[in-house]
């Protein structure tokens, strides 16, 4: 499919690093891009209220801001847009392969008022901010006229994509913790247990307590508690979506003192855990969807080997969400696009890049259904069913090292529960 790139000069202009969204499956392999200026090109700029410039076929043009995955996903996507309709034909702009560098590019774009995105893909943890600068447009109205609802997507995507109760985001693919464990070393009626999300977490550390040095394992638990940004994404867990805090960081902190965890565990990121998990050193890790996909014939563990939980606490978001550029000089064509891409559109895309819908309606298409099979484990899917997002914020990289540093102090024994919980809620209080 022939692909044409939109030729922009930004302005030099520097945007503090962002913090990125936890387990996204498309940020660790997507190629950088940087589209060049066509030399001595001159457009007339459109009169105001007229749609973007058309393309050789009379087609209005949409111009998509996305990194590339490498697996076809946006091409088979695109295809499948342009095909189910005659008025748009989609320019996809791609984004660096780093995805702070994707917010910096596309938060200078937006400082300078520019319309050059129509149609941006954004981190789960980004609304907040590009929201709250006024960089998005809010969609509630589009997906009322839509017939649309929340509920016809992912739960913790779409409170992901909410800032000040209004919609500005819709998934693409959602991407979530979720409890890996050995279920040829745990029982069959524990098995069953955790798969169905009947447990809690102190029946969680009781378990691995239990099956800890059983099958060659070193641990009973792993999970992510190093301070950056995979610690939000676990205590949101723990504490039930910052719901239950003293309870959840109290429990946090048990299995951290434990015999049954790493003793180095307060630096254990998602490759340690990854790593204890194929490695048969831990009996439960908590990871994300991605993790599954190293579990091979050569590793020491294999799949069939493992099963898949929910967590008592809800499982974090992350993934990758669309949204539409509040400067776009064609809004009804980037909400035709993105409407696309987030409902019907979601066959072509998720079926070629191996991705969970968004769209719940889709959780059972054959063609998504074929190209991963994930979605055919109970445990997952209860685990999908029950996603939460980190909290909103207008400034959530400021937030997140707050809480990062507060919580991480609590843990390592630097401070007590009742100030650590009194200073996570503060900080919650202050930020949203």
């Not at 969970?356 to 209860?382: M, Q």
């Not at 990289?397 to 102090?409: F, G, M």
Request: charged fraction near 20%.
């Amino acid at each position: 499919m022939k692909r044409k790139y939109l030729a922009f000069t930004l302005a030099m202009i520097m945007v503090s690093s962002t913090i990125i969204g936890c387990g996204s499956s498309a940020s660790s392999s997507e190629a950088s891009t940087e589209p060049a200026a066509e030399e001595g090109a001159e457009e007339e700029a459109p009169a105001e209220g007229e749609e973007e410039s058309a393309d050789d076929s009379g087609k209005t043009e949409i111009t998509f801001y996305k990194q590339d995955g490498g697996n076809g996903a946006v091409e088979a996507l695109i295809e499948a847009f342009e095909a189910s309709q005659d008025k748009y034909t989609v320019n996809w702009v791609i984004a660096p392969k780093d995805s702070g560098d994707v917010k910096s590019q596309m938060i200078t774009s937006f400082q300078a008022g520019s319309s050059d995105y129509d149609v941006v893909c954004i981190d789960t943890v980004w609304a907040g901010d590009l929201a709250g600068a006024g960089y998005l447009e809010a969609l509630d109205t589009h997906l009322m006229d839509a017939g649309l609802t929340a509920a016809d997507f992912n739960a913790g995507s779409m409170q992901a994509g909410t800032y000040n109760a209004k919609s500005y985001a819709v998934p693409l693919f959602p991407d979530f913790g979720c409890l890996y464990f050995r279920n040829d070393i745990v029982s069959a009626e524990d098995s069953a247990k955790l798969v169905a999300g009947d447990y809690t977490f102190e029946d969680l550390l009781a378990m691995a307590e239990k099956y800890k040095g059983q099958g060659g394992t070193e641990y009973g638990l792993t999970y992510q508690s190093a301070q950056y940004e995979g610690l939000i994404c676990n205590s949101n867990e723990w504490t039930s979506n910052f719901t239950d805090i003293s309870h959840g960081l109290e429990l946090m902190k048990t299995a951290a003192d434990s015999d049954y965890t790493p003793e180095d565990i307060l630096l254990y990121k998602e490759e340690d855990c990854n790593n204890a998990l194929i490695n048969g050193t831990t009996v439960f890790d908590r990871g994300w969807p991605g993790a599954w996909g190293l579990l091979t014939d050569e590793t020491t563990v294999k799949a069939d080997q493992v099963d898949i939980a929910p967590l008592p606490g809800g499982s974090c978001i992350g993934g990758w969400l669309l949204a539409i550029n509040s400067n776009s000089e064609n809004k009804e064509g980037a909400w035709e696009f993105l409407k696309y891409a987030a409902t019907e559109g979601q066959d072509a895309f998720c079926s070629t890049g191996g991705y969970v819908p968004g769209y719940n309606d889709y959780l059972t298409n054959e063609n998504i259904l074929a190209n991963n099979e994930l979605l055919s484990k109970p445990g997952f899917l209860k685990a999908l069913e029950n996603t939460i997002a980190r909290p909103s914020s207008g400034n959530y990289a400021e937030l997140s090292d707050a809480l990062q540093i507060s919580i991480h102090k609590y843990l390592s024994d630097e401070a007590d529960l009742d100030s650590t919980a009194t200073e996570v809620q503060s900080l919650l209080d202050q930020y949203q």
